[in-house]
């Protein structure tokens, strides 16, 4: 049920997501990465340090595997990502991160930390605290890739 200001929870949730989202954007335009979308983002926030196969981001990232693959091969195209054998199995492939996107994570981390701070500010330790606790205990019930 909507509060009284007509918002409900999923949409006070996103646009919190979406004003960090902005500046992590913003952050990583001003470093000269100034080609990656929010759809890109998506897919490529979910691969893993030792990478992933396409069919695990498509699923992670709740999109199709082709959305997943014409994602990626922009992403590689771009030089954030690229594919390697599987040592796992020679007849797969891992998207795992490549130098340009390993150059770009840190200063998207760095700008999240900054939104971070200024949120903290705001709502104090406690409250963040709680927020993050209480935000944490829901992921676990609404993401089946949590950990």
Known sequence: MPS???LNLGLLLFIPYRAMETRVF????AAGFDDFT???ARVF???GPGGNRLT???EQAQITKQSAGFLVDQLERAGYVERVPDPTDARARLIRIAERGARAVPLAAAAVAEVEAEWTALLGDDRTDTLRDILTELRA???PWAE
Do not use: F, K, M, V
């Open 26 to 29: 913003a952050a990583l335009a």
């Open 45 to 47: 926030q979910r691969i």
């Open 56 to 58: 695990e981001l498509a």
């Open 4 to 6: 009284d200001n007509g």
């Open 141 to 143: 019930h609404t993401d």
């Open 38 to 40: 929010p759809a890109q």
